[in-house]
Nanobody, 122 residues
Framework: QVRLVESGGGLVQAGGSLRLSCSAS??????MAWFRQAPGKEREFVAT????????YYADAVKGRSTISRNDAENTVSLQMNSLKPEDTAVYYC?????????????????WGQGTQVTVSS
């Protein structure tokens, strides 16, 4: 079992930046990702990173504005989000998998954090 804990959410004005972090309790995961869910909408993929090689993949909605990275020493994955827009408002979830896939579906990940709220005001 892997426990994921997110941090770094909050309220920011449009155009601002936030850095989300996700701490994993064990290093058995091979891929970690961020998803988000806005009120009344389905959970959607944001970004993912393969732990061993650092391969990354982004959703078109955040590409060019966000960077996912990993910290081997601290066993954390971060999501730096810049030029935030009101439509980025959502609960952001950290997810992890042990099979090494670069997945964009929720079903590709077996471990999930509790989520952290990001609110972008206009």
């Amino acid at each position: 079992q892997v426990r994921l804990v997110e941090s770094g959410g909050g309220l920011v004005q449009a155009g601002g930046s936030l850095r989300l972090s996700c701490s994993a309790s064990r290093r058995t995961v091979s891929t970690m990702a961020w998803f988000r869910q806005a009120p009344g909408k389905e959970r959607e993929f944001v970004a993912t990173i393969r732990w061993s090689r650092g391969n990354t993949y982004y959703a078109d909605a955040v590409k060019g504005r966000s960077t996912i990275s990993r910290n081997d020493a601290e066993n954390t994955v971060s999501l730096q989000m810049n030029s935030l827009k009101p439509e980025d408002t959502a609960v952001y979830y950290c997810a992890a998998d042990t099979l090494g896939r670069i997945g964009v579906r929720s079903s590709d990940y077996i471990y999930w954090g509790q989520g952290t709220q990001v609110t972008v005001s206009s």
